[in-house]
């Protein structure tokens, strides 16, 4: 039988974020390669492969099998579309084999310390058992998220050591891209605030009642607010008008610094804020922008890397489709 475990769409954006391909949004992350036949059972009669990757191939049940477990559940979507879906599903998938297959073939391993640490850092995402809840939604056991995490570090080891290495991106560079984008680094007016989010005003005005006598903000927002930003003390960041709900800003950009607001009730409940620092509008020098430039053309070069080097996998390989079988439509199960 075909083994995979598609990886979770956070674990995808985890990765996407630390490496800036949009290509990779889409890839779905598995347990052990596609391909790789595992069962103990007695063989049976095999059904002709439908993709066919080098000496490895996979038939039409095993594909529409890893189809429909990326799909989102009760997903709608009508003929078209599924096919739509599954042409760019199996050209993820070939993709897929083909940097497993080289991450075996350059013996990419991560170590148990390596999974344990990125574990402990996502979790941080997830405050009280908001971890395990997502798991039981999905239908995971932590044993198997956590070797679809080691997956993903693989990959992320691979990518590093193959693709990577060889990016770099100069001072004249960085220049350059300054002087033909002055505009990108003009920054409006911003405010760094904290909040407090609770869900009636009975207990906004006892917080508001603590705060007020000179409880620390941060302590009251860790202790009190229903907000995710509670374990950083309700520190919203730096922010621009628009960018928050419009009573974020009907309060923030007018409270003078370190002022308490009073009590705002939005959507999400009775809000209190503290503002701790102002930032008129400005341009940033091209001192001020060199960090974020050159994290710019470093991403667009890797992506550039990657797919030359993706290219060069897909090339090298002996890859076969029978679009035919694929587009010949599989009858329902009653």
């Not at 509670?230 to 960041?237: K, M, W």
């Not at 070069?301 to 489709?321: C, F, N, P, T």
């Amino acid at each position: 039988m075909l083994v995979c475990i598609t990886l979770k769409r956070s674990i995808l954006y985890m990765i996407m974020r630390i490496y800036h391909l949009r290509v990779l949004i889409l890839l779905p992350f598995c347990l052990l390669s596609l391909v790789s036949g595992c069962s103990s059972e007695p063989a049976k009669e095999k059904a002709p492969p439908l993709i066919q990757i080098n000496n490895q191939a996979i038939n039409k049940a095993e594909f529409i099998a890893e189809f429909e477990k990326s799909l989102q559940k009760d997903q709608p979507l009508s003929g078209i579309e599924r096919e739509e879906l599954q042409r760019s599903f199996l050209v993820q998938l070939i993709d897929r084999e083909l940097i497993h297959a080289e991450a075996r073939r350059l013996k990419i391993s991560v170590t148990d310390a390596d999974v344990e640490t990125a574990l402990q850092g996502y979790q941080k995402d997830y405050p009280g058992t908001s971890f395990e809840t997502m798991l039981q939604e999905r239908g995971m056991t932590m044993v198997a998220w956590r070797e679809e995490l080691r997956e993903s570090l693989i990959m992320e080891k691979l990518l590093e050591q193959a693709v990577y290495a060889s990016v770099s991106v100069t001072d004249e560079e960085v220049a350059a891209y300054y002087e033909a984008n002055r505009d990108q680094f003009d920054r409006p007016a911003q405010v760094r605030a904290r909040q407090i989010v609770v869900s009636t005003e009975a207990e906004g005005q006892k917080v508001l009642g603590l705060l007020r006598q000179g409880k620390p903000f941060a302590e009251v927002a860790a202790e009190y607010s229903l907000s995710p930003d509670a374990q950083q003390g309700g520190d919203l960041g730096f922010f621009a008008r628009g960018q928050m709900p419009p009573e974020f800003d009907e309060i923030v950009f007018d409270l003078p610094v370190n002022r308490l607001s009073d009590l705002v009730k939005s959507d999400y409940g009775y809000h209190i804020f503290l503002v701790e620092e102002k930032r008129k509008a400005t341009r940033l020098s091209k001192q001020e922008a060199a960090e974020e430039i050159r994290s710019t053309l470093e991403a667009s070069k890797k992506e550039e890397h990657y797919l030359g080097w993706l290219q060069d996998m897909r090339a090298r390989a002996v890859i076969s489709v029978d679009w035919e079988q694929l587009e010949k439509k599989t009858p329902k199960n009653k």
